[in-house]
């Protein structure tokens, strides 16, 4: 008799974007002549930039051409796409070998994909708030207990709360952890953790044997000189991390789907020699995944040429101008807002002493606007509220409109 896997039962975090959108469907059926406005959702909205769509259309025609075709590609990823990656690291003053480089479908995926190869009785400490998929994979895998209704918290988890007072970036663990989930800049806080923050974790991680999983998604909207886009800017960190990140809001690519994940070959963990982490993911992904689409790589390649880079950094100013005005929207009414600066996610202190879901549907009666409760992403997140600056310019400027001209407080 076939048996589930009892472990999603566990699961919580799902009750978050279905119960946005139930409410949301609810205001709307009761008040028809409202007119909605976005601010909650993290996707991109403008469209790919000329010198994208010139390499997306370049891998098109290869295919139609039998003496450009190809099938079945280098799992690991196009050869000329990781030194590609190699180059793009060196420019920041980074050593990437290509060989540690996995080219992927996305962050997301490799986020979740990449504890398989780690012991299921790892102990693993996540930042609190977070992106959900890092505690939901590892509740289905089965490294934690049941959540505690009342705290919100799973059995078997450390907690690392960030907060106002440590500035939303966590102190190293108090005792020993095997796993550790570190995303930077931050999703939902847009807090960039510096260099000897990272250094306290590098530090932690090669002296109990820890291995440090690096969400670095958004680190192309780093605008500040002195805050480091990789945690291989560290010394050492080669040897305790990985790095994951993306082309999804870098580039545009949420729909497209294209990432990559660094295991370097230095890597070890408590009961590893180095290499042995990094032939177990080039295992892992040789059984699991076919690679990534050949003609999205060709974008990815576009997106590493001097102009793709150019016209990238273009969307990321734009969506950056967003947050910009979102910040300044909001701080003008009395509003404490957090991020915005160097993320493209701006984090709200709800006024009062409100409940994340009470602001939430405040916001939505109010203003007809609709952001993301912060007790979604954890327990610190409660009193919290994340907004997004995706967004067509119009869009966001009349939600700001809106919220300053009719949010009661």
């Keep these: 008799m076939a048996t589930i896997n009892r472990n999603y039962r566990k699961l919580a975090a799902g009750y978050l974007f279905p119960e946005i959108g139930r409410r ?12 909605m406005r976005r ?123 960030c907060s106002e007072e440590n500035g939303f970036f966590p102190a190293v663990p108090d005792g020993k952890v095997d796993l550790i989930y570190l995303c930077s800049p931050n999703n939902p806080t847009g807090a960039v953790a510096t260099h000897d923050q990272l250094a306290q974790f590098v530090q932690y991680a090669r002296n109990v044997g820890a291995v440090i999983i690096f969400d670095a998604s958004y680190s192309e909207y780093i605008s500040d ?37 660094i295991v370097p070959e230095a890597l070890a963990a408590e009961d590893s020699l180095p290499g042995e982490i990094r032939r177990m993911w080039l295992r892992r992904q040789t059984t699991f995944f076919n690679g990534a689409s050949n003609i999205v790589q060709e974008g990815g390649l576009a ?17 950056m101008e967003n947050a910009h005005i979102i910040r300044e929207g909001l701080q003008s ?27 939430f549907d405040k916001l939505l009666n109010e203003t007809w606007v609709i952001g993301t409760p912060g007790s979604g992403f954890g327990p610190a997140g409660e009193g919290f509220f994340r907004l997004s600056a995706f967004g067509h310019r ?8 809106s919220i300053v001209e009719r949010l009661q407080l």
């Design 24 to 35: 949301t469907r609810a205001f709307q059926q009761a008040n028809p002549e409202a007119v």
């Design 225 to 261: 000189p002195d805050l480091p886009k990789s945690i291989y800017e560290i010394e050492g960190a080669d040897t305790c991390a990985i790095e994951i990140n993306s082309f999804s809001k870098f580039a545009g690519f949420t729909g497209v789907r294209l990432g990559w994940t």
């Design 394 to 401: 119009e869009d966001v400027e009349a939600a700001v409109a």
């Design 39 to 161: 601010l909650g959702i993290g996707n991109t909205t403008e469209a790919l930039s000329p010198t994208v769509i010139a390499g997306l259309e370049r891998g098109v025609r290869k295919l139609a051409d039998v003496r450009t075709y190809t099938g079945y590609g280098d799992e690991q990823g196009n050869g000329e796409l990781r030194a590609a990656l190699s180059a793009f690291y060196a420019r920041g003053g980074v050593t990437v070998n290509p060989d540690d480089i996995f080219v992927s479908d996305g962050a997301k995926p490799d986020s979740s994909n990449i504890q398989s190869i780690f012991g299921v009785d790892n102990v693993v400490a996540i930042q609190d708030p977070a992106y959900p998929v890092y505690v939901d994979s590892n509740v289905i895998s089965g490294r934690t207990g049941e959540m505690d209704e009342a705290s919100g918290r799973y059995d078997r988890f450390v907690y690392m709360p």
């Design 303 to 319: 997106v590493l040429s001097d102009e793709g880079l150019r016209e990238c950094h273009q969307m990321i100013d734009y969506y």
């Design 333 to 359: 009414i009395g509003l404490t807002v957090y991020g915005g600066d160097n993320a493209p996610y701006l984090w709200l202190k709800t006024p009062n002493g409100m409940s994340s879901w009470d602001f």
